[in-house]
């Protein structure tokens, strides 16, 4: 008997450990900015590439698409920051001060348009790095 209420005891214990030890919901939204924010450089070096050809080939070819679909992720990232830092104050994002139930729900739907922002991101690299590696085979094969 005092093994079993030893071991519930324990697993109680480890319950509130693995608790203290997953990710906020907040946590989980910084790191997806995170995730994400280092790849505004790579925006902008792919917006670089892209811009002759595009020049070259007009507002519609596929370098012009490709070049405003990561015009617009990068500017869906500047929405989203500040969008959430006008929701949350820095005690709340950084220190992990209790949210009102409002700011909860409002957590949630950030959490929603971080998870698109980053889908809208990293699809618009990949698209703009697909487009810019079938120009140089081409350039290639000529």
């Not at 997806?32 to 892209?50: G, Q, R, S, Y």
Request: proline share 2%.
């Amino acid at each position: 008997m005092l093994a079993g209420m030893l071991l519930l005891a324990g697993c109680r214990g480890e319950k509130k450990q693995e608790a203290k030890d997953a990710p906020s919901q907040m946590e989980e939204v910084i790191a997806v900015h995170d995730e994400v924010m280092p790849e505004m450089k790579t925006i902008a070096n792919l917006v670089a590439e892209l811009k002759p050809l595009a020049d070259s080939t007009g507002q519609d070819s596929q370098y012009a698409v490709a070049m405003q679909d990561l015009q617009a992720a990068h500017q869906s990232m500047m929405d989203w920051m500040q969008g959430f830092g006008n929701r949350f104050d820095h005690e709340e994002i950084m220190k992990g001060k209790a949210l009102s139930q409002e700011k909860q729900a409002w957590l949630a739907e950030e959490q929603e348009k971080v998870e698109a922002m980053r889908n809208q991101v990293l699809g618009s690299i990949e698209r703009a790095r697909e487009v810019l590696e079938e120009a140089r085979e081409g350039a290639d094969r000529e």
